[in-house]
């Protein structure tokens, strides 16, 4: 079971990228998924989740400029980043509590991380 991210890449200010992130492997259900990112010398931090049902959260650096959506049916989360600033450059990386089956037993699990893809954004 794996988290595959993709659609980072260069960006001019005041320009857009997507972001999506699929889930592939034996998943029964997800429950929340998110992004996070890490600037280079910095902590990793928080960009958005969202449950399964729907319900958002953002940080507030990016509310009102960033849009995270799912596809259940695709096992795919989305980040769709508009407005994008200079700090917004970071890698961004997909996140997921899901549970899965393992021969034949269900197993839950949280903080499961994709590999980072990377974002920059230039002024």
């Known amino acids: 079971v794996q988290l595959q991210a993709s659609g980072g890449g260069l960006a001019q200010a005041g320009g857009s990228l997507r972001l999506s992130c699929a889930a592939s492997?034996?998943?029964?259900?997800?429950?929340?998924m998110g992004w996070y990112r890490q600037a280079p010398g910095k902590e990793r931090e928080l960009v958005a989740t969202?449950?399964?049902?729907?319900?958002?959260n953002y940080a507030d650096s990016v509310k009102g400029r960033f849009t995270i959506s799912r596809d259940n049916g695709k096992n795919t989360v989305y980040l769709q980043m508009n407005s994008l600033k200079p700090e917004d450059t970071a890698v961004y990386y997909c996140?997921?509590?899901?549970?899965?089956?393992?021969?034949?037993?269900?197993?839950?699990?949280?903080?499961?991380w994709g590999k980072g893809t990377l974002v920059t954004v230039s002024s």
């Open positions: 996140n997921a509590d899901w549970v899965i089956q393992t021969g034949g037993v269900m197993e839950a699990s949280k903080d499961n």
């Open positions: 492997g034996s998943i029964v259900s997800i429950w929340d």
């Open positions: 969202i449950t399964s049902g729907g319900g958002t």
